[in-house]
């Protein structure tokens, strides 16, 4: 069954992940979110480090345990808890690419093993046609099929992400989180993972979670942007909105601490400094999570939790969502 553009593929209704660090405390590492996927898009996914963004990630996939809320594939219910049969049964249509291209790699099998495990598993192909899935998709990352009798650490990290990519993709999966895949890569390579994956995406419909820091890379690979804090959702529109007229506080502030590509308007571009205390994600209370570092705040935002509410862009005439009290 092929989903068309427009249809919701994944959705998650006030998803939770909580980590329990004791009898009275637990880290809010997702926190009541409400996100819809269509398919064939990219949602891109930003935040700064330690927002959620990879918890969301690996929890929406059953490879963390949901704490509270639902996900939705195709509209079924996911299990709270996956057991064998439930990864059995969810691979072939969902997968992840790991952030680290190493650590994600067993140093112990070659590249052959690693990438034909996937559908050793979850098929019942011949070892022969296994072997000529290996070498076709060697060749469609970009490596060659002499490749695959190499072990991890022979390659260089841009070639062992083009490995977990490949490793992924074997199955023909439709949704694919993609965990920061360029994070650890040389600004050279990461464009060329960037095109890989664009060109995958066009080639087999897939639709993409895409987690990132760089802002820029994310407005130029997604349709749509969700920004993320200390495990809830602040925004969610339009990349090209998002990037260009961010209305949560916390979006202006990346926004505006993104590197300009231009070394001249950079240089003379004056930063300006998030001030103020990052909120404990322990047992987080109510109040507006980036309260105790906005330069706009008010004591309503102190008391009061803000909910993700639609918010008319007047200049693109498009709807975005926007958790704070200014548009409230």
Request: some cysteine.
């Amino acid at each position: 069954m092929t989903a068309t553009l427009g249809d919701v593929l994944l959705e998650t209704r006030h998803l939770k992940r909580y980590f329990r660090l004791d009898k009275h405390r637990q880290v809010h590492a997702v926190d009541d979110v409400c996100l819809s996927i269509q398919a064939n898009e990219i949602l891109g996914l930003v935040g700064e480090s330690g927002s959620g963004k990879s918890t969301f990630g690996k929890t929406v996939l059953g490879l963390h345990d949901k704490t509270a809320g639902e996900v939705l594939y195709r509209g079924e219910v996911l299990p709270a808890r996956y057991r064998s049969a439930d990864f059995q049964r969810f691979a072939r249509s969902m997968q992840m690419i790991f952030q680290d291209p190493y650590s994600s790699l067993n140093p112990r099998m070659t590249a052959g093993e690693i990438i034909a495990e996937g559908l050793r598993l979850h098929s019942d192909a011949k070892p022969r046609a296994v072997r000529e899935e290996v070498a076709r998709w060697l060749r469609q990352v970009g490596l060659s099929p002499d490749h695959a009798s190499r072990y991890p650490h022979e390659f260089s990290g841009g070639q062992r992400q083009r490995i977990g990519i490949a490793r992924a993709m074997i199955v023909e999966p439709e949704f694919v989180v993609c965990d920061e895949p360029i994070s650890a890569l040389d600004v050279s390579v990461q464009a060329q993972v960037i095109n890989l994956l664009s060109e995958l995406k066009r080639e087999y419909g897939l639709t993409l979670l895409f987690i990132a820091h760089d802002l820029s890379m994310v407005r130029y690979v997604s349709d749509r942007m969700a920004v993320m804090y200390l495990g809830a959702l602040a925004e969610i529109g339009p990349a090209d909105d998002v990037f260009f007229r961010p209305m949560h506080p916390y979006t202006q502030m990346l926004v505006a601490s993104n590197p300009e590509p231009d070394p001249i308007t950079e240089r003379q571009r004056s930063a300006e400094p998030i001030h103020g205390e990052i909120t404990s994600p322990v047992n987080i209370g109510p109040g507006c999570r980036f309260a105790g570092r906005c330069p706009k705040v008010m004591d309503h935002c102190r008391h009061t939790t803000p909910e993700l509410l639609p918010v008319r862009d007047l200049t693109s005439d498009a709807t975005r969502q926007v958790a704070c009290h200014l548009y409230g």
